[in-house]
């Protein structure tokens, strides 16, 4: 069985001061204006699920902090030990092949799960502490460090990571990242059991590439003076690799040339296709986006007839909350910011969806 989220915590994550979500065991659709917190719900899963420092460095710590906390902080008596932090975790109910179970959790009893802390690192006290006293209103961002854990307190990262995640973006299905990313993931989900076929095939990939420009440019290298040492090749750097050379085809076709819709509607299938094998979780951001309303049908039903993994959709349409069965749906209402001591919601509720 695969691992379902089956409760979710945020604490000083963007807009969420503290807020907890018991998700459903299928399909959960999150129905909403903007900025009432869809994508950080999807973004905030992604994140633990991926273990992947460089992707929160990239968006910086300044942007997911929550700013009322920062505030709060700036506001009072500024002590090290006071230092808000940050914190995700997703509490996880299944079979596990590794060590999830623990108390390293904010509930402090022995549960199943994995969390992200973001915090002040303590190495850097000192700094901090200076800092803190020289400038009124300095926030130490630059020295929090973060850290991925299970609930057993064993670190861990993106090639080790516990939950097999799919984020699929239709705001961004266009860009060359988007693509890369999707396939890229798809990849290390297909070959996870055996990691010493992905250096085969990497090894081969290289010999070919040095194979092929030592035959194709053969004649072009010999009209290269001999005395100045050069040749024509190919790139065989980190950047060019096998990962980010390779394509989904239809129909021998690269998604890569097809519209924005066509491709939220090939990911979606290939996701879902692999959903209890090689993906746990699927995060759907928005895939009403340059859909038209048949080919939105079709990504509905899709969806519905899932027979695993657990789905996570964010969405503006009520159509896709009606089809996908209203006791699914989280409402705008939910969304809406409550005061610290926010209270929790069942993903069976049934919500008025405005």
């Known amino acids: 069985m695969p691992p379902i989220i089956s409760k979710m915590k945020l604490i000083n994550f963007k807009r969420f001061k503290s807020y907890t979500i018991f998700p459903n065991k299928k399909i959960n ?12 719900v999807l973004e905030a899963i992604d994140f633990v699920a991926s273990g992947n420092v460089r992707k929160i460095e990239s968006i910086g710590i300044d942007r997911l902090l ?32 590794h060590t999830m179970n623990g108390k390293n959790n904010t509930a402090g009893i022995e549960l199943d799960g994995i969390r992200l802390v973001c915090e002040a690192n303590l190495d850097y006290q000192t700094e901090i502490i200076e800092s803190m006293r020289n400038q009124a209103d300095y926030f130490p961002y630059d020295y929090y460090s973060i850290r991925f854990s299970t609930f057993a307190d064993e670190g861990y990262t993106g090639y080790k990571s516990k939950l097999k995640s799919l984020l699929i973006d239709s705001s961004n299905m266009k860009t060359d990242y988007a693509t890369t990313d999707f396939i890229k993931r798809m990849y290390h989900q297909l070959t996870e059991d055996d990691i010493k076929e992905r250096a085969v095939h ?16 053969q004649s072009i290298n010999k009209r290269i003076p001999p005395n100045k040492n050069y040749v024509m090749g190919l790139k065989l750097s980190s950047a060019a690799t096998l990962e980010n050379d390779m394509m989904i085809y239809e129909n021998r076709i690269g998604i890569d040339s097809k519209g924005a819709g066509k491709q939220t509607l090939i990911k979606t299938d290939f996701a879902i296709e692999r959903s209890g094998k090689n993906v746990d979780v699927i995060l759907i951001e928005e895939p009403e986006n340059h859909l038209s309303h048949t080919n939105l049908r079709k990504l509905v ?30 409402s705008g209402a939910i969304w809406t910011p409550i005061p610290v001591t926010c209270g929790h919601h069942s993903g069976n509720i049934r919500t008025a969806i405005r």
């Open 66 to 97: 929550n700013i009322e906390a920062v505030n709060q902080f700036l506001a009072g008596s500024r002590i090290f030990d006071n230092l808000p932090k940050m914190i995700i975790e997703l509490y996880l109910d299944g079979e596990f092949n």
């Open 202 to 217: 990497k090894s081969k990939y290289r010999q070919a590439k040095s194979s092929f420009a030592d035959d194709s440019f």
């Open 301 to 330: 039903e899709r969806i519905a007839d899932a027979q695993s993994g657990q789905i996570f959709v964010a969405t503006h349409n009520n159509l896709i909350s009606t089809r996908l069965k209203l006791q699914n749906a989280y």
């Open 29 to 40: 659709i999150l129905v909403g204006d903007n900025e009432v917190g869809k994508s950080s």
